[in-house]
């Protein structure tokens, strides 16, 4: 009979760990993603069920405590969160788990120390991987949703000497294990290794610029899931081993695919702040200069648009930024109307996350079958009257396609410049994230319409309607 | 003890080869759900917290694994009903298309 209650709890894991992997499954397609997001969290409450009747755990009054303050500001987190918000909201959650699995690790070591006279050296080894990944996951994400929220700039963060200082801080990292292992009960050391993996994290985000955050957060994403096997690993619990390996995979995947769609490697994502992009928006600033810009109003624009027969709106992070996306609903509404075919071009890189732009075109209910993805919309440009860019300028840059010696040269983008007629709806002539000079915007075919994307819209929703 | 590391490594890898075939090709539409949802999984470091958290007799560690599960709450929580709210906002608008 006493052997009934761990089988038990080791068997509901093994029924938790089937769940998250038959939830994320379903995941992966639409019609059954919903069911599966609930698939996974059944699978996380038997989880936490079963660890309750744990011989271990006794201190029942303080963990329900716990349990209702969290679930209390998740739930309010999560209900009262704006869509254009939600890459904070994963990085900040990220953050959240990197934290948890820091703290059982350090928890374990003070437990351990307490105890043990002499601790095995695995124990050793694996709380200092749990606190290094947990500790990097915590501040990475931090500084991450610091950055979207714009408490601190969004461009790179460089000094002098950044790589040699984080050199020397790996450095005295492993030296710094290296003597926790060889005396566990060194608290100083113990204390400074917390401490300077908590400041790996910081300078590991702080040179990443903002439009590579989407690469940014799924990576820490992947952390967030490392970080939990780590913990896994120091209370030898197979149910945080498999968990965190999920979500591991699933993050290194998305993290991947981020970067293929930008054409970079990962390592030029995270390093290539250390001074390669500069010499290149010098020399294409120059010979734009005796280029010119058609501008167009909001009456001409409505004019181009309600007689198209095709329009495919480009919706970029811009859109996101103003809170157009309900204005460009109802934009493409009054289109629709007057029988012109609408349909939405999404860049795999649009918004702040990966499929971000999806869920914000959701929340304005622009239908599900009207958004297509980069490779199923550029054969269609070539007959489509009128091209609608709208806050988006790298990933429209044809620069990708026939300037070489350009930075973004070889990114996949999407061909607006082969419809009849583009509009560019943009505040004014700034360069993109990148820093490129785009020449689609000096293109005959190319009308500029300046405006915040906001007050554009509106006025094109307005002069619509009167046609 | 250098036997549960094996042992733990095994599992680690064979999950993380599962986690890559599971997840491979998904649609664009779900990247940021599946974010989500995997980011509310990764909070499983509630369970333990939960395990460090449960000595009936304050010291350091339990209240680290409080604030554990505290912090790992909120992303369970969190984490699971935003992605729910998101795939709502799916599902309405493919019914009305």
């Known amino acids: 009979m006493s052997e009934f209650l761990p089988t038990g709890i080791q068997l509901s894991y093994l029924i938790a760990s089937a769940l998250f992997i038959i939830g994320l499954k379903q995941l992966g397609s639409p019609a059954t993603a919903r069911q599966g997001n609930v698939v996974g969290a059944i699978g996380m409450l038997i989880a936490i069920v079963a660890t309750l009747l744990d011989r271990q755990v006794l201190n029942y009054e303080m963990i329900a405590l716990g349990i209702a303050i969290g679930a209390g500001l998740g739930a309010v987190m999560a209900y009262r969160v704006a869509m254009t918000d939600m890459p904070q909201m994963v990085g900040l959650l990220n953050g959240f788990g990197g934290a948890a699995s820091a703290l059982v690790a350090v928890g374990e070591f003070w437990r351990v120390t307490s105890v043990m006279d002499v601790v095995p050296l695995s124990e050793t080894i694996t709380i200092v991987l749990s606190i290094l990944i947990g500790g990097i996951t915590l501040t990475g994400s931090l500084l991450a949703f610091a950055k979207l929220q714009e408490l601190v700039p969004g461009a790179p963060i460089t000094f002098p000497f950044q790589q040699p200082v984080n050199l020397a801080i790996v450095v005295t990292f492993l030296a710094g294990s290296g003597m926790l292992i060889a005396n566990p009960h060194d608290l100083p050391v113990f204390l400074t290794l917390v401490v300077l993996s908590l400041i790996l994290g910081f300078l590991f985000v702080l040179p990443i610029g903002g439009a590579d955050t989407p690469v940014v957060i799924s990576l820490l994403n992947s952390f967030s899931g490392l970080a939990a096997s780590a913990a896994g690993f120091v209370l030898m619990n197979n149910m945080l081993i498999i968990a965190g390996a999920l979500v591991g995979a699933s993050g290194i995947i998305l993290t991947e695919l981020m970067c293929r769609a930008m054409n970079r490697t990962l390592a030029n994502v995270l390093f290539s702040a250390f001074g390669s992009t500069q010499t290149a928006t010098a020399g294409a600033v120059a010979d734009s200069e005796d280029k010119t810009v058609r501008s167009i109003d909001s009456e001409q624009g409505a004019m181009m648009l309600g007689y198209a027969r095709s329009v495919v709106v480009v919706p970029g992070y811009g859109m996101a930024v103003a809170q157009a996306q309900h204005a460009v609903r109802e934009l493409t509404d009054q289109l629709e109307r007057l029988g012109v075919e609408v349909k939405y071009a999404i860049h795999p890189v649009a918004g702040r996350m990966p499929g971000h732009m999806n869920v914000l075109l959701a929340e304005a209910n622009v239908p599900y079958t009207q958004l297509y993805d980069m490779d199923d919309i550029n054969p269609e440009f070539e007959r489509t009257d009128v091209a609608l860019v709208i806050g988006a300028n790298d990933v429209v840059n044809p620069a990708a396609r026939t300037n070489q010696s350009s930075p973004i040269y070889g990114m996949p983008i999407l061909e607006v410049d082969r419809a009849q007629h583009t509009i560019v709806i943009k505040r004014g002539m700034n360069a993109g994230f990148s820093g490129v000079e785009n020449e689609l915007f000096y293109k005959n075919k190319t009308m500029m319409l300046f405006g915040s994307a906001k007050d554009a819209i509106t006025q094109l929703v307005a002069a619509v309607k009167e046609l | ?97």
Do not use: C, Y
């Open chain 2, 1 to 97: 003890m250098a036997e549960g590391i094996i042992a733990g490594l095994v599992v680690f890898t064979l999950a993380s080869f599962v986690g890559f075939e599971v997840i491979n090709k998904i649609p664009p539409t779900l990247h940021t759900p599946l974010m989500s949802g995997s980011n509310a999984i990764s909070g499983i470091a509630i369970v333990g917290a939960l395990l460090v958290a449960g000595d009936r007799h304050w010291n350091l560690s339990v209240a680290l694994g409080l604030l554990g599960v505290i912090l790992a709450t909120i992303n369970v929580v969190g984490g699971f009903l935003v992605t729910d709210r998101m795939l709502q906002m799916f599902k309405k608008k493919e019914v009305k298309a």
